[in-house]
């Protein structure tokens, strides 16, 4: 339950769940901590494996995690006995379908786009993925992959309560961005396409919000680039949002996602938003284009540096744009979402 995208969704989920007086159990394979804030109602259990920072030891490490989680999860269903099972990412799933039971329902969530992974694990999860009650994905292009009539479409919720107030003042002359320091979010196209912006746009700097294994490569380039007073790794922070609230411009830069939180709420705080239209359609289902932001092309730093510059030098347009985002968070509200789950699992 750390600082991702699906343990936010679970986080969310499960608090919305709880309040409404269902009993909810969150199994994790790691410690029984999560980064976010859970309703004290909810129980987190966690079998505490670890995994080695030495990149040599962790493969071995993580099979070896991998067979005990399988013989641990078994234990924990029947020690808990529930009476439906929400799995999430494709490890977990994997793991409850191949002990799935008659006596629960069990809904298995594809949290990414599934023609993004190796061939190998395409075809396991396209067999086993039918012994699930349910399969939920994010977006329509995902449940086609599974060609599934058990496949549900459900956005990712936003809980509103812990949203700032849109920002109304005269905003700082920064672009900002969120998301793991991964191959996946691309952060070195949007560090090349930064440096591309020219003299008009020198008073403006770059903050990158979180961690991940590509920090040290990342920084190289900023270095290689000169941008060293340009470009600040801000860290992991639980109120994010309110940390770039104040900010002129949110940009996602990845080669691929699920469903793409960070972008969701930085457009429901009210922020101007530049998003890569990756395979999975997610990002064209919540941006129309030059209404409430910009989509660019994969990758091409060119793109994305004229679509930071459209944005910036038009005042206009970038407030229309945060105008316009600010319904989003009527459509992603959790209680909304939360209905879908519910009424899922009782169909």
Known sequence: MGGGGAERVVANL????????HEVIIYTPTDSVSFYQLDPSVKINGEGYKISKRPLLRPLQMAINGIRLWFAYSR??????????ISFLTEMNCIALTHKKKKYKLVVSER???TRYRKSVQIVIKKLYTRA????????????????????????????????????ERRRK???????????????????????LDEKFSEYTLEIYGDGPLKKNLQDLVKKLNLQSKVSFM??????????????????????????????EAMAIGLPVICTDFHSGTARELIENMKNGLLVPINDSQALAESIKKILLDSSLAKAMSDNNFGIREKLDVSKIADIWINLIKK
């Open 14 to 21: 499960s608090n919305e769940f709880s309040k409404r007086g």
């Open 76 to 85: 924990r269903v029947s020690t808990e006995n529930p009476d439906a099972i």
């Open 112 to 114: 990414n786009d599934p």
């Open 133 to 168: 009650d349910n399969i939920v994905c994010q977006s329509d292009i995902a449940a086609r992959f599974f060609n599934d009539n058990k496949v549900t479409v459900i956005p990712n919720p936003i809980d509103c309560s812990v949203l700032p107030e849109i920002y109304r």
């Open 174 to 196: 920064v672009v900002c961005a969120v998301g793991r320091l991964s191959p996946q979010k691309n952060f070195a196209n949007l560090i090349q396409a930064f440096s591309m």
């Open 235 to 264: 860290g992991s922070h639980k109120d994010v949002l309110y940390k770039i609230n104040d900010t002129a411009l949110f940009v996602m830069a990845s080669d691929y996602e699920g469903y793409p939180n960070a972008l969701a």
